[in-house]
């Protein structure tokens, strides 16, 4: 199985900075593309930023130039710098991680619990 983990949520001030962390785990031959979503109270699940295992990165609209997404293959860890944040910015961030368990394998999604990042004013 694969597991994996968020991490670097917190409290911050609006204008501040987060970095957070998405390491998966366990029976891993490849990992194809890592992705941040997020989702504030009351709404759905939406796609922040994306990368793919050639570092091609996608963002939505509404963080472009504030967030950077990046990766490491070695750790098979990814990350979320989020910058000038905003209220609007808080919720819940997941981590999906699309990976394949053996060569020539099926490629699967495997998401993370989430970590709470809340933006006060």
Known sequence: Q???????????????SLRLSCAASGNIF????????R??????????????????????DSVQGRFSISRDNAKNTGYLQM?????????????????????GGPANAFWGLGTQVTVSA
């Not at 490849?30 to 979503?37: A, F, L, Q, T, V």
């Not at 209220?87 to 961030?93: C, F, K, L």
């Open 2 to 16: 694969v597991q994996v983990v968020e991490s670097g949520g917190g409290l911050v001030q609006v204008g501040g």
């Open 30 to 37: 490849s990992i194809n593309s890592m992705g941040w979503y």
């Open 39 to 60: 989702q504030p109270p009351g709404k759905q699940r939406e796609l922040v930023a994306s990368i793919t295992s050639d570092g091609s990165t996608a963002y939505a």
């Open 83 to 103: 910058s000038s944040l905003k209220p609007e910015d808080t919720a819940v961030y997941y981590c999906k991680t699309i990976a394949a368990r053996r060569p």
